[in-house]
């Protein structure tokens, strides 16, 4: 009952980024009070006095806004400027008061109370009269997260993987303060005129929280426009995220990062060198297939029909294969083969799991898979076509494999209903994703033996080629990679997947013959 063949995962040491996340929150549902008014005989920052404990505020006529939290009232007898040296002084203890908060948040020295004396010492900063604490502060928390973002970047991260990660540690609040960070990363490095193809993408895809405001700065813009985070919640969040991306691992890098751009990279667009065949003729390359790939898939992830799903699935195959093998034949060896990697982000839970239907479709279509279970994502190496429609194909199985788990466990046995145990789950999607790749290996050899007999004798030592290139590349990304092993699973869930996965079956042939 193995299921992992074509799957790798990455070894290496992994840190528990988790640490004290129970205590963070008890902690955080503790100090929630504060997020709408002043803390109640908490921390307190004294306009032009050191951080002082127990300093209360009342309203008056005298109140003034506050820039990060509710108005607080001037303290008497300073209201004169301060000077030079009393202003550097305070603007160093505030990133002071930054740093111990990051410290608070994540790492050795990680504390929730700490955090929270931490947090309720920056809202008031926010509150003085004295705008440039508030500016001191934001502009301390917002170098580090900037450093942060650029320090993921040069250890390997991509714009996307930072906010699955940031999502997948933190929640999706925080994964917007990132997404707002690389916003105006990209801004400062001028990314739309040096960035490669595929990190604009990404960029693209990459919705912030709001756009920067020159009078609020970008960081508090982020906060107000989020659409619910006090600013409380915005400070923990922030400081938890610099933690976090403060002791990321380095991993491997599969793009230069925004330091190693130049003029080069801006040549996004040249044209892909197109070989001619045998026969002069140059076959051709359809865009427009991609779309008629999509559209099927969507389909068979709408309807509520098993034989209509299967329909459309089986329709889509073909065309992948297909569509895989002329775009094969189109490749100008003379060039060497354009082999890519790309990252696949997969969901809880059951994330390991799910990750092994990836590496049976990828496995029958000339990709290799690794996956990384700490990070939560895996890493997909093949040519840019064949990553397309692996990513593509893995998408909507996963759709219709859920949809079967929860159609096979609806029925109660025992007074239960099974599709409620996490290890009826698990073995549904192992058992599904090891049919669904026998399945796919038979519909792909049928496919492959009709394009043989259409394309003469080149398409089987070329294919060969391929895959000895994309196995290179593989092995030069990830030489500690070893094979997923086996696990014991309900062998209810095991059967019920495989059943599931028989009804996917791929009919070879069933495309455009009518």
Request: with cysteine; aromatic share 6%; glycine share 10%.
């Amino acid at each position: 009952m193995d299921s992992c063949a074509g799957l790798s995962v990455r070894c290496f040491t992994l840190v528990d980024v988790g640490k004290n996340n129970q205590q963070r929150r008890a902690a955080k549902r503790k100090a929630r009070r504060h997020s709408q008014g002043q803390p109640q005989g908490g921390p307190a920052f004294d306009a032009g006095a050191e951080f002082t404990a127990g300093a209360e505020f009342t309203a008056g006529a005298d109140e003034q806004p506050g820039l990060f939290g509710p108005p607080r009232r001037s303290v008497p007898g300073r209201t004169a400027p301060a000077s030079a040296g009393e202003q550097a002084r305070r603007a160093e203890a505030t990133r002071a008061l930054v740093a111990d908060g990051v410290a608070a948040a994540f790492g050795p020295r990680a504390d929730a109370r700490s955090l929270d004396a931490i947090v309720e010492q920056l809202v008031v900063v926010g509150g003085s009269t004295q705008s440039t604490d508030a500016k001191s502060a934001e502009g301390a928390a917002g170098s580090l997260l900037l450093a942060g973002v650029t320090r993921g970047y040069e250890g390997g991260w991509q714009p996307l993987d930072l906010v699955a990660f940031i999502r997948r540690e933190v929640g999706s609040r925080a994964s917007h303060l990132v997404s707002a960070a690389i916003s105006e990363e990209a801004r400062r490095a001028n990314a739309a005129d040096r960035a490669p193809a595929d990190w604009l993408e990404q960029l693209d895809a990459i919705s912030p929280a709001g756009s920067s405001s020159p009078e609020l700065g970008w960081l508090v813009s982020t906060w107000r426009s989020n659409r619910g985070p006090s600013i409380w919640d915005g400070w923990h969040d922030t400081l938890t995220v610099i933690g976090l991306l403060q002791n990321m691992h380095v991993i491997t890098r599969l793009v230069p990062p925004p330091s190693q751009w130049s003029a080069s990279t801006a040549n996004r667009s040249a044209p892909r060198p197109v070989a001619v065949r045998p026969d002069g003729s140059h076959g051709g390359h359809d865009p427009k297939m991609l779309t008629r790939i999509r559209a099927l898939l969507t389909k068979a992830e709408s309807t509520t029909f098993a034989e209509e799903a299967d329909a459309y699935t089986s329709k889509a195959q073909d065309l992948i294969t297909r569509y895989a093998i002329d775009e094969a034949l189109l490749v100008d060896e003379s060039h060497g083969f354009d082999v890519r990697s790309r990252r696949v982000h997969v969901e809880n839970p059951y994330a390991a799991v799910k990750v092994q239907l990836l590496g049976a479709v990828a496995n029958v279509n000339r990709v290799k898979a690794i996956w990384d279970d700490h990070h939560g994502f895996a890493t997909i190496t093949g040519l840019p076509v064949d990553l397309d429609l692996v990513d593509m194909l893995f998408t909507s199985l996963l759709i219709q494999a859920t949809r079967a788990m929860t159609e096979a466990g609806a029925t109660e046995r025992g007074g239960h209903r099974l599709d409620r145990s996490p290890s009826f789950r698990r073995a549904f999607l192992m058992s599904y994703a090891g049919r669904i790749g026998e399945r796919l290996a038979e519909a792909g050899d049928r496919a492959q033996h009709e394009a043989a007999a259409s394309h003469g004798a080149e398409l089987v030592p070329l294919l060969a080629r391929q895959k000895a290139a994309v196995e290179q590349e593989f092995e030069r990304l990830f030489p500690d990679s070893r094979p997923m092993g086996a696990r014991r699973v309900d062998a209810r869930g095991w059967h019920a997947g495989r059943a599931a996965a028989d009804k996917a079956v791929f009919a070879a042939g069933q495309v455009g013959r009518s």
